[in-house]
């Protein structure tokens, strides 16, 4: 029963990859291969306004877009730590040991980790932030990945706003500290070549409902997540570092500090 259990979890988790969920982008494709088909999926669901990838404009046209406001900077660098280091998650692999949001395997599933974010948030019972997508031909340079870079045609992370400014808090890119929007995507290429959405903080992949609003659960976000950490795990033995101690009690964002 268990073996039949994980062929289907696996069967699952490849054919989400293969859909427009998944946000990997051949590093030798453009991003409007994804889009487009993204694109017939919402017309075919007829909310193309209503979805993140519907509603999304060049950064230069959305930047006055308000966010979720927290008040005080060392407020949210507290609370991203907390979200951020919160270890919640069991897997089959090793039951005890308890894991945190899949930060170390940044080629997939941001999704996955923003939804999970947001209930980390909710339940630390303040105000929950936003979620910021954004399209284009996005890399990012990773030591978290065999070949030190990852290709996305779109991303998804937490946004707030303080005094003012827009902040992404976004561990997957910058395990340290949370990054003003400009920094973030800045991170993944010319801002001016990026489109960018915000959309409220239950909106999940590009062609969901930009309007939803966390339940505090997430428990799709956490089953998908399993899979997710799996492949953390053998990425890091893969690159020949030490699972057990960098997804346990010594990340690599705390051995810099």
């Known amino acids: 029963m268990k073996k039949w259990f994980y062929l289907m979890l696996m069967s699952s988790s490849i054919a989400l990859a293969e859909s427009e969920i998944s946000a990997y982008r051949d590093p030798e494709k453009d991003y409007t291969l994804y889009e487009k088909r993204a694109l017939r999926t919402l017309a075919k669901e007829k909310n193309l306004k209503t979805s993140p990838l519907g509603s999304a404009r060049a950064y230069r046209l959305l930047s006055p877009l308000r966010a979720t406001e927290w008040r005080?900077?060392?407020?949210?660098?507290?609370?991203?730590?907390?979200?951020?280091?919160?270890?919640?998650?069991?897997?089959?692999?090793?039951?005890?040991?308890?894991?945190?949001?899949?930060?170390?395997?940044?080629?997939?599933?941001?999704?996955?980790?923003?939804?999970l974010f947001s209930r980390n948030f909710y339940r630390l019972f303040v105000p929950v932030p936003d979620k910021i997508f954004a399209f284009g031909n996005l890399r990012v340079e990773t030591p978290n990945h065999i070949r030190g870079v990852v290709t996305w045609w779109f991303h998804v992370a937490s946004i707030v706003e303080v005094q003012g400014q827009k902040y992404v808090m976004d561990p997957s890119i910058e395990p340290a500290n949370p990054l003003t929007l400009e920094e973030w995507l800045g991170r993944m290429g010319d801002p001016q070549k990026i489109k960018i959405s915000i959309c409220n903080s239950g909106a999940t992949s590009p062609t969901s409902d930009c309007m939803r609003e966390t339940d505090g659960m997430e428990l799709s976000a956490e089953y998908q997540q399993k899979y997710f950490l799996d492949l953390e795990w053998k990425l890091l033995k893969k690159l020949g570092r030490?699972?057990?101690?960098?997804?346990?009690?010594?990340p690599p964002w705390q051995m810099t500090q």
């Not at 060392?74 to 040991?97: H, N, V």
């Not at 030490?242 to 010594?250: Q, S, T, V």
């Open 72 to 115: 005080d900077l060392g407020d949210m660098q507290e609370r991203f730590e907390s979200a951020r280091d919160e270890r919640f998650l069991k897997t089959s692999r090793s039951p005890d040991f308890l894991r945190r949001i899949s930060w170390l395997y940044p080629t997939d599933g941001c999704y996955v980790r923003a939804a």
């Open 242 to 250: 030490d699972p057990e101690m960098e997804l346990g009690d010594y």
